[in-house]
């Protein structure tokens, strides 16, 4: 028997793909590292709930068929449409982000993710930057999955545009170019702490954005 959760996951995948490249056209700028088969932690700015999909878009079919996005269980669990877009069609791993509330720890379950041979698409800083920051303070999930699978490369993408695409409360998108940055891996490495570690990946992140190159060349 056919299952028809995978085949409902490609198509969706597919659909979605060709929707955000005929609104933002989005392309990937692969700055310090290239398309990969290998098991990848994408790690991202975050402004839009539009911003994995236009992030797995720039990925190959292969990697993005087997790539899913770490999102919050509260957004996604708030209603039974929005539980079944994430559970069945954008396959996501859901995770209880109050620590006081949740049944389960966020770290097993990313963990089981990335067992079951999946890449990851994660938002350090942890929830959507509203703020004129460009980049919010990011949590301890990084560090801790770094730590517990060291050989899964971590890469910075900044994603540009996103957020003026699809903002805060907007259901139809506005039609803008968008891309993609892809950075060099970044590893932990034996000797370094969690803040030192989530300063630099904080860091290596914040220098693929544009603004921020154009503001240190005018600075």
């Not at 949740?102 to 770290?107: K, N, V, W, Y």
């Not at 509203?130 to 990084?142: A, C, I, K, N």
């Not at 560090?143 to 695409?165: G, Q």
């Not at 903002?167 to 590893?187: D, M, N, Q, Y």
Request: overall charge positive; glycine content about 6%.
């Amino acid at each position: 028997m056919i299952e028809t959760k995978p085949l409902l996951r490609r198509a969706a995948a597919m659909v979605l793909a060709g929707v955000a490249r005929a609104i933002t056209g989005v392309r990937p700028i692969w700055q310090g590292c290239a398309p990969s088969k290998r098991q990848r932690i994408y790690f991202a700015n975050h402004a839009s709930h539009g911003d994995f999909i236009l992030l797995s878009t720039c990925l190959l079919p292969e990697e993005r068929e087997r790539t899913r996005a770490v999102a919050g269980a509260d957004y996604w669990r708030k209603n039974r449409i929005r539980h079944v877009l994430a559970r069945d069609l954008l396959n996501t791993v859901l995770v209880e982000r109050n620590w006081v509330e949740r049944e389960q720890d966020p770290m097993v379950i990313m963990l089981d993710a990335l067992d079951n041979g999946h890449s990851l698409i994660i938002f350090p800083e942890g929830t959507r930057n509203m703020t004129d920051d460009p980049l919010l303070r990011f949590r301890s999930g990084l560090y801790n999955l770094a730590f517990a699978r060291p050989d899964v490369e971590l890469i910075p993408c900044w994603i540009e545009n996103m957020s003026r695409v699809l903002p805060k409360g907007a259901f139809l998108p506005v039609p803008l170019l968008c891309r993609v940055i892809f950075g060099a891996p970044v590893e932990l490495t034996p000797t370094e702490d969690r803040h030192a570690f989530l300063d630099r990946a904080r860091l290596a992140l914040l220098e693929l954005n544009p603004e921020h190159q154009r503001s240190l060349n005018h600075g």
